[in-house]
DNA sequence: CGCCACTTTGAATTAGCTCAAATTCCGTGG
DNA sequence: CCACGGAATTTGAGCTAATTCAAAGTGGCG
């Protein structure tokens, strides 16, 4: 399909990188990203000590169209971004969890180009963008946190958009949760039960489907015993084991008939 | 919908936008991108005085998995970056012209997470990251452009997933050309014809869709006379009005029956 | 000239959407 | 504490946009 050649130590890196995530090997990933972000706001305190904003469900901490001159980095809760259209159309582009940056598209254009909506309480870290990059001059291990943060976003980014160009419904909301499952893990979380803190309609903006897709898909892995919803509501996802979302996902691809 | 307060400050913002592509304003903001890029490649050459590689169609600048340690400036030609998952699939997940960076996505993993190929003949800058980083804090103007041009990424990126999210077929096949045009004339280069370096299958690739439906789209777009095949082949586009692109889109989303 | 990859177009199929109705959840006020 | 009402969710049924499968058509290049 596309031809693109690869190197030989390239595709062996890939194979080892899928068999490692077949076994428990993430655990350590995920440890050491915890590690990373923990270690990254240590230094941030230590030479910034930004000034600290509660915020809860609901609050933007700055709108599409706001003149940038303020990064923030999210401690505790959760936000989504929310992209908007001349026309009108808007999009929640990006989540965010602890340890990571807000704002990082408002520095081009001098205007940020989307809305930091927070979905729980929480607070984020208040930094001058100029402040930053004085600091940075003096201590240069700030600017490898900043920039290894836009290039964490770059990736994560495109991996949203290969998530919805490839896969199927069902598989992007089990990679969806997969990814959230994942997320806290990495910040040192317990992962094994998630709450949504959007509704259907969000994920379904989200992941490019309408909500009763989504909720058929939530229905579905259910169904498959892959996630359990708790016992009261709908929002609070329980997975016994991430993998076999990965494994669900994997399922949808493949056209073997499960014969069942 | 997604119920998001929004400041009227921005809705202003906004509204002013979509009225200032709607007249020919636009001209003057691709002026001065264009400016833009040429005098950031000026800084570049002037700070770093890059080695310079001449590439052709089909070459692999960095693949994914491949240590990273040095960005790309591409000054002339134009690159895809094709992601790859661990189970095999692979996506387009972005295209590249002059002036444009690649490489971002290696900083933070210390590893590529795409493939960067050449689609045409061009070349491109070779820049160690470790040196650009020194070069940094002798100019600052350097981390300047480089923090611009991470973040035009980030925004860039997000507009692709708002329209793989959001629009029909037909209508991100237009959007797909428009934003092609929109690139060369930022770049000071003709944009009443471009001439796509990529198969139908490839730009289905990148647009989430087949490329039957890609062939039907642009089909489509040169009966209603939006766009006009080259007399011979049909990889080059005329574009006899961008605006028309953006005109066409716009029908794809109100469910105006056109009566005809 | 003739092959091969790419493209177009048609016809049948289907994944996901729309519309609609029933159900559950949860905050509010009696 | 319970009743009520609105919002969110689930589920079904029919429909449609886009896919799949198939068959020509076209162009570039040795």
Redesign the interface.
Same mark, same amino acid.
């Given at each position: 399909?596309?031809e693109?050649?690869?190197?030989d130590?390239?595709?062996t890196?890939?194979a080892a990188?899928?068999l490692a %995530?077949l076994r428990g090997e993430d655990r350590l990933e995920d440890d050491r990203a915890s590690r990373r972000v923990a270690d990254n706001l240590r230094l941030l305190t230590e030479r910034l000590a930004p000034r600290r904003r509660v915020v809860h469900a609901?609050d933007?901490v700055f709108?599409?169209?706001?003149r940038f001159d303020t990064l923030y980095v999210l401690t505790s809760g959760c936000f989504k971004?929310?992209? $908007?259209?001349?026309?009108g159309?808007?999009?929640?582009? %990006?989540l965010k969890f602890r340890g990571d940056w807000l704002g990082?598209?408002?520095?081009?254009?001098g205007?940020y %180009? @989307?809305?930091a909506?927070a979905m729980d309480t929480g607070d984020v870290w208040v930094i001058r963008y100029d402040t930053l $990059?004085g600091a940075?001059?003096r201590c240069?291990e700030l $600017?490898t946190v900043l920039?290894?943060?836009?290039?964490?976003?770059?990736?994560r980014?495109?991996? %949203?958009?290969?998530s919805? @160009?490839?896969l199927p419904a069902d598989a992007r909301v089990a990679e969806f949760l997969r990814h959230w499952a994942q997320s806290l893990a990495q910040r040192g979380l317990r992962s094994d039960q998630i709450t949504l803190r959007m509704t259907r309609?969000?994920i379904g903006?989200?992941?490019?489907m309408t909500l009763e897709t989504v909720s058929r898909a939530l229905s579905k892995l259910a169904r498959d015993k892959v996630i359990d919803f708790a016992e009261k509501g709908r929002r609070d996802i329980r997975i016994p084991n991430v993998q076999a979302l990965s494994t669900f996902v994997?399922r949808c691809?493949s056209p073997v008939p499960t014969l069942q």
């Open positions: 399909m596309l693109t050649i690869r190197t130590a390239a595709r890196q890939f990188d899928a %995530s609901g933007i709108a599409a169209g706001d971004l929310v992209n $908007l259209a001349a026309d159309r808007e999009q929640v582009v %990006s990082f598209d408002g520095i081009a254009r205007a %180009s @989307c809305d909506v $990059l940075c001059f240069p $600017l920039h290894a943060a836009m290039s964490r976003e770059i990736g980014d495109r991996d %949203s958009l290969m919805v @160009c490839t309609a969000e903006n989200y992941l490019g994997q691809l």
